[in-house]
């Protein structure tokens, strides 16, 4: 019987692996979380992964924005979330269950919808039970930073209950 090895890194970059080639096909999304499939992000592609940090590249829907085309702040905070929940887990040395604690979100400059931003999360410091994490909302044409999201993390006991799939 072969050993198990925990290596979150390989198992995040198999699934980026397995994503779509190109923009015609549509992202495989039943294995999202159900906010995720709910949201529609699928203008949210996983670009880049390594110990500590987590890439992804945004291009802004229309649906996610106000009347004026401006995206809804709400937004940026669940994009956040997902790019330091994958960032964070690359810190893990056995299989954990963590949540993240709190936010703090700075914004620069207005995200427009068919934009395409570079969201960038790195993990800025690790504890045992408690880590920080730093989000960058880059916008790809006029490589500006427009939002600054640094959250914080803890390690709980998460009780996912029964696969609902099954």
Known sequence: MTEQVFDPIAN???MMDSAPENDEQEPD???APPFVRGMNLSGLKFKRVSAGEFDMEW????HLTHYDGMVQGGIVNVIADTGQSFAYSTTSQEPETFSTVD???RFFRP???DEIIDVKSHVVNRSRRLGVVETRFINRQTEKLCALV????????RDFGPDPSK
């Open 12 to 14: 995040i970059q198999m």
């Open 111 to 113: 995200m427009k919808a």
């Open 150 to 157: 640094v959250g914080s993390w803890m390690i709980v006991n």
């Open 59 to 62: 291009t802004i829907g229309q």
């Open 29 to 31: 999304m039943s294995m």
């Open 103 to 105: 936010f703090a979100t």
